[in-house]
């Protein structure tokens, strides 16, 4: 029996016991995070029961993709590529709008799944292609480089239009690939200036255009609408147009880096809602924490079992509970880096090393939003928010870093043969 066991979960006992803990973090909190949506249902264990279903999925998808060799993943590459293409532009199409933004693509059946989540592997996974194909003794040839850019420049550019933050975090992954990629220095300090130039265009983009939006938006147009009963209800459409996401990022930025002193009746919780009411559910942790179930914020805070989980985490489990799940991502690094090291080949290396900061960065994002030291970006926390596509997909990252592991467990074992 245990020998099966032992078979059925191969690779790094050490990413299993992470992956382990943070799905039961995940079931344990997001049943707490999820109590708007249990009241709205009158069902309190559809919600959880989805999500738990999500989760045993994802870890049979984990459990598949340990079990294909690293070399397949390879030809994955053309079909993944063409459909994020498909995909992303789908979605600006006809996707359907989520916070304001096209991100999910609605299927036949209820089934709805995040383009962006398939492209940010597709993205790494090409990624770590180029840089191994062109590893030279003195580091990657220079083509890699460009190469690179002709990929990532259209994908980040397609996902940044509903989703910013996500175009940001895949920009950072692949900046950090080619770093470790050993891409030359004197490229990359190009990039970096840049990148800093074009930072100071759209953002001049974003407070012009902000601004024009924001005055269209207050312009509002009502109709009636005439319900199944013959009923009438009167419905607001906002303007904006183009501009909305531009009014979305401007008023984000704005509020982040307001430091004005504002006195608690003055403060407007209709407006800033989700700031403050995480501030509140950390403050009222207590250090030690409410414990599992008890957040009283929950029933407030908007997007509590997705963008916001952590400062439910927080409310609930305290700051050692909080730290024990960074501390989680940091062994999901550190293990993921120790199992690159012993890869014989390059793509491998490069391959788990792209998922591991894919997952980790995304974390990081999350986490720093919930505290308040970064603006709202709407970025869930990898393996622990509720989520559908981003969920399964993230379990499929760990398989492929699973994966990895059993190739280098057996070089390992080669060499420890040859020195016999």
């Known amino acids: 029996m245990n020998k099966k066991i032992g078979n059925l979960f191969k690779g790094d006992k050490v990413i299993w016991m992470v992956f382990f803990f943070l799905c039961m973090i995940s079931i344990v909190e997001v049943f707490s995070a999820s109590s708007n949506l249990t009241y709205k249902s009158q069902n309190y264990v559809g919600p959880i029961a989805f999500h738990a279903v999500t989760i045993f999925i994802g870890a049979v998808m984990a459990v598949v993709t340990l079990n294909i060799p690293c070399r397949y993943f390879k030809l994955m590459t053309p079909f993944l590529l063409i459909i994020?293409?498909?995909?992303?532009?789908?979605?600006?199409?006809?996707?359907?709008?989520?916070?304001?933004?096209?991100?999910?693509?609605?299927?036949?059946?209820?089934?709805?799944?995040?383009?962006?989540?398939?492209?940010?592997?597709?993205?790494?996974?090409?990624t770590a292609q180029i840089l191994s194909a062109m590893q030279r003794e003195d580091g990657a040839d220079k083509k890699a480089f460009k190469y690179i850019l002709f990929i990532l420049f259209p994908t980040a550019f397609l996902i940044g239009v509903e989703n910013l933050s996500t175009a940001a975090l895949l920009f950072a992954v692949i900046f950090l690939m080619m770093f470790i990629g050993r891409i030359p220095m004197a490229q990359m300090a190009k990039l970096v200036?840049?990148?800093?130039?074009?930072?100071?265009?759209?953002?001049?983009?974003?407070?012009?255009?902000?601004?024009?939006?924001?005055?269209?938006?207050g312009k509002k147009q009502t109709i009636e609408a005439v319900n199944n009963d013959g009923s009438t209800d009167t419905k607001v459409i906002k303007g904006g147009g183009v501009f909305h996401r531009f009014v979305t990022w401007r008023n984000r930025i704005v509020k982040h880096?307001?430091?004005?002193?504002?006195s608690p009746?003055?403060?407007?919780l209709d407006k800033d809602a989700q700031v403050a009411h995480a501030n509140i559910a950390i403050v009222s942790s207590n250090i030690i924490g409410k414990g599992p179930g008890q957040s009283v914020e929950r029933d407030f805070l908007s997007q509590a079992f997705s963008d916001f989980i952590f400062a439910i985490v927080i409310e609930e489990l305290g700051i050692i509970g909080a730290a024990f799940v960074v501390f989680l991502y940091i062994v999901l690094l550190y293990r993921t880096a120790r199992i690159a090291s012993q890869c014989e080949n390059n793509f491998p290396a490069f391959l788990v090393m792209g998922l591991a900061l894919l997952l980790v960065i995304?974390?990081?994002?999350?986490?720093l939003v919930a505290v308040g030291i970064a603006p709202v970006t709407g970025q869930p926390l990898p393996l622990i928010s509720k989520g559908g596509t981003s969920t399964i997909i993230n379990c499929a990252y760990i398989g492929v870093i699973l994966s990895v592991s059993r190739s280098a467990k057996k070089r390992e074992t080669k060499l420890a043969k040859k020195e016999i």
């Not at 009746?265 to 407007?268: A, G, L, M, P």
Request: no cysteine.
């Open 84 to 126: 994020t293409a498909i995909t992303l532009l789908w979605v600006l199409v006809g996707g359907e709008s989520i916070n304001g933004a096209n991100r999910v693509i609605s299927l036949p059946g209820g089934i709805t799944f995040q383009p962006s989540e398939i492209a940010k592997g597709t993205m790494v996974l090409i």
């Open 193 to 217: 200036a840049a990148i800093a130039v074009l930072a100071a265009l759209f953002l001049t983009l974003v407070f012009t255009l902000g601004s024009i939006g924001e005055e269209s938006e």
């Open 257 to 262: 880096f307001d430091k004005k002193e504002i």
């Open 265 to 268: 009746d003055e403060y407007d």
């Open 362 to 367: 995304q974390a990081s994002f999350n986490m």
